[in-house]
Nanobody
Framework: QVHLVESGGALVQTGGSLRLSCAAS????????MAWFRQAPGEDREFVAL????????YYRDSVKGRFTISRANAQNTVALQMNMLKPADTAVYYC????????????????????WGQGTQVTVSS
């Protein structure tokens, strides 16, 4: 069992920055992939970024490349999402997700490939 807790969501103006954090506890020794997803009202949950233990480069959705940075710390038990140049379109509940596997290809962006999820943290970007 892995328990994930997100923090850092807030209300910010367009162009501002936020740093989200996800703390993992429990059976984290077999953590291979950590990811961030987001879900806006009335929309499906969508992939944002991931980082894998066995893959050197993080992976991002196109719309956040160059603005968001995902990173890991504390022996793989914490993952952060630095979000810069925020836009109203980034408004959503952001979720941290965990997989015991190194996900590749299309599997990286599918919520069903992740076993554990946090409760989410609200990010609101005002125009």
């Amino acid at each position: 069992q892995v328990h994930l807790v997100e923090s850092g969501g807030a209300l910010v103006q367009t162009g501002g920055s936020l740093r989200l954090s996800c703390a993992a506890s429990g059976r984290t020794d077999d953590t291979y992939t950590m990811a961030w997803f987001r879900q806006a009202p009335g929309e499906d949950r969508e992939f944002v970024a991931l980082i894998s233990r066995n893959v050197p480069d993080p992976y991002y959705r196109d719309s956040v490349k160059g603005r968001f940075t995902i990173s890991r710390a504390n022996a793989q038990n914490t993952v952060a999402l630095q979000m810069n140049m925020l836009k109203p379109a980034d408004t959503a509940v952001y979720y941290c997700a965990h997989s015991r596997f190194t996900l590749l290809g299309n599997a990286r962006t599918k919520p069903s490939e992740y076993e554990y999820w946090g409760q989410g943290t609200q990010v609101t970007v005002s125009s």
